[in-house]
């Protein structure tokens, strides 16, 4: 008894009561007598200082699978105490199928707001970034659903981006509006045959300034409409501006969109442009237009469906793998700090561009009936008989066109390759 009250362990469980007489006693255990003194009020504590929980769950799949979400969510009430409440089922549903969304076999016929949110859901968990998983679940959604994962798509100025996340971007279906300017693609790029496939055939707005294109990618580009009636036949908008090596042969591929709307061929090598601009206005009945259209101006083109922060990803990405090369860079900072050759060339290309579009001057075309639809009621009627005679004249014209192409037919051997290829 003795031993026991004079032992000074940490452990020890406090004061002890001692019942004698019908009195409560504490035993004093520094000098190991009884004391009649009221006890002393000593906080409580249930465990010991170095204990700690952890809340564990499935701990066998967090090895493998390390980015797991709990299912259960915290949150502290106004008095500062945590709270937690579990996840629906819902949630905690979508948020594994969007963790294995490249193992889904069909989207079919499934709805669109929840399969708006499961996209969502992986977009989150950036699925759509990873290299071979990311393009295999991204299809199952753009076969399902086309134009409603992507309707618009601007990828001007962003080469690198269409280099590393080609065929992802192929995968998109039912575009309306594609902006591929500033990109210097060329004639034999990939991106540009895909642009003669069903695939794209809804698109209605197609951006092609400054891509170092000339007649021959046009043949290949118009072949399909010019010869199968497929391809870019909904075509309402084109751009064709900055690129010199285009002429007049070129232009005479671009006239089998009769549906165009708005044309510009700013900047482009031709030669005898009066004879372009009333070529352009009689076969396609398009009008030049002395002032620049807003159609042209790329604030319209935006990128818009439910993959507009997956494209944001692939940017983020793009430009981190960049990154290293920037630091290289500046290392040469001192060079160019004396304006040597490489920021002088940037400078004289940019010129260069400047002189061609002065030196062509401004050849945007439009449509008169879709420029002319808000105008008051009495230029209608007065033109009214101007539209008859225009009638008259374009009757005339197809005429004209039907033995012109009577001519024209005989494809050559090129023709007849590109076309074996579709």
Request: some cysteine.
């Amino acid at each position: 008894m003795s031993c026991w009250l004079h032992s000074e362990s940490w452990l020890d469980t406090g004061p002890i009561y001692v019942r004698e007489n019908g009195k409560l006693h504490v035993v004093n255990q520094g000098a190991g007598g009884i004391h009649n003194v009221p006890p002393k009020a000593r906080p409580f504590r249930l465990f010991s200082r170095g204990f700690s929980v952890e809340l564990c769950m499935n701990r066998e799949d967090d090895r493998a699978r390390r980015q797991r979400t709990d299912h259960f969510i915290f949150t502290y009430t106004k008095e500062g105490n945590l709270r937690y409440s579990a996840k629906s089922l819902f949630s905690l549903v979508l948020g594994y199928i969007s963790d294995n969304v490249d193992h889904i076999d069909s989207l079919i016929g499934f709805p669109e707001q929840i399969a708006e949110k499961l996209f969502s859901a992986a977009e989150a968990r950036q699925k759509f970034t990873e290299p071979v998983t990311g393009l295999r679940a991204l299809q199952k959604f753009t076969e399902a659903y086309g134009n409603l994962v992507l309707c618009s798509l601007c990828l001007r100025n962003r080469y690198l981006l269409i280099s590393e996340k080609l065929e992802e971007i192929k995968s998109f279906r039912d575009l309306t509006c594609l902006d591929l300017s500033c990109c210097k693609l060329g004639d034999e790029h990939e991106l540009l045959e895909h642009l003669t496939k069903e695939a794209l055939s809804s698109v209605k707005r197609l951006l092609l300034k400054d891509n170092a294109l000339s007649d021959a990618g046009l043949r290949r580009m118009t072949a399909p409409v010019r010869v199968l009636k497929k391809g870019l036949e909904n075509l309402l908008v084109l751009d064709l501006s900055c690129n010199p090596k285009i002429t007049d042969v070129g232009i005479g591929y671009i006239l089998c969109f009769k549906k165009l709307n708005c044309l510009d061929i700013s900047g482009t090598g031709l030669k005898d442009v009066n004879a372009v601009i009333k070529r352009i206005q009689t076969q396609i009945g398009l009008v030049h237009s002395e002032v620049p259209l807003k159609e042209f101006d790329h604030s319209n083109c935006r990128t818009e469906g439910w993959a507009e922060q997956t494209v944001l990803q692939w940017e983020q990405a793009v430009m981190e793998a960049v990154k290293p090369q920037e630091d290289l860079r500046s290392r040469t900072a001192a060079q160019h700090f004396y304006g040597k050759t490489r920021r002088t060339e940037e400078a004289v290309k940019c010129k260069l561009e400047e002189t061609e579009t002065k030196a062509s001057g401004n050849l945007q075309f439009y449509k008169e009936k879709v420029q002319n639809c808000h105008s008051p009621l009495k230029k209608e009627v007065a033109g009214s008989h101007e539209s008859k005679n225009n009638k008259k004249r374009a009757l005339a014209e197809q005429e004209r066109e039907r033995t012109s192409k009577q001519k024209h037919l005989c494809l050559t051997v090129e023709d007849w390759d590109l076309l074996n290829t579709y």
